[in-house]
């Protein structure tokens, strides 16, 4: 796999369709938006509810930059959902990173809760990415699905 990936090639970054030209502009001319995926628009009233709730600290359990959530570990031993648009900072979280957050409950039925306003507060000894850098290797495998049924080992 070579080193750069563009966002077409990659599951959750970018629309994966070709630019379409514009105005008689040639393909390359249109570009595709930023790959980086921004924050989900949230209206006032959900914004003002998380910040009412407590700061609350975990340690990430799980997460994979390609499918764009994971889950934080919570110091009270729970796990709580947390989505990449709600993750602060210029770095991909690793497992094992300490973080802060606040809980909001997940609309439309507001039974679960997620983890909002992430921040890193404590990083792993290993090597960070950062979300405008390339896929590694090992998050490119991470969001693979088997290809074929005898990919998955399943005994018949």
């Known amino acids: 796999m070579s080193e750069s990936t563009d966002a077409s090639s990659c599951p959750g970054l970018g629309h994966g369709a ?4 514009i105005g008689g502009e040639s393909p390359s001319a249109a570009l595709l938006p930023n790959p980086i995926i921004t924050k989900r628009t949230r209206t006032q009233s959900m914004l003002e509810l998380a910040l009412d709730n407590p700061i609350e600290n975990g340690v990430i359990k799980s997460f994979c930059r390609v499918k764009g959530h994971g889950f934080i570990k919570k110091n009270d031993g729970d796990e ?3 989505h990449v648009s709600d993750i602060d900072g210029e770095y991909v979280p690793r497992i094992g990173d300490e973080v802060s957050f ?5 609309p ?3 039974e679960k809760f997620q983890a909002v306003h992430v921040q890193i507060t404590n990083f792993t000894p290993e090597v960070h990415q950062r ?3 390339a896929l590694t290797a090992e998050e490119s495998h991470e969001g693979s699905r088997p290809t074929s049924p005898s990919s998955m080992n399943v005994d018949s």
């Open 108 to 110: 439309p039925k507001l």
């Open 102 to 106: 606040r809980k909001l409950l997940v």
């Open 18 to 21: 070709p630019p379409s030209t």
């Open 80 to 82: 709580i959902f947390v």
């Open 131 to 133: 979300w405008t850098s």
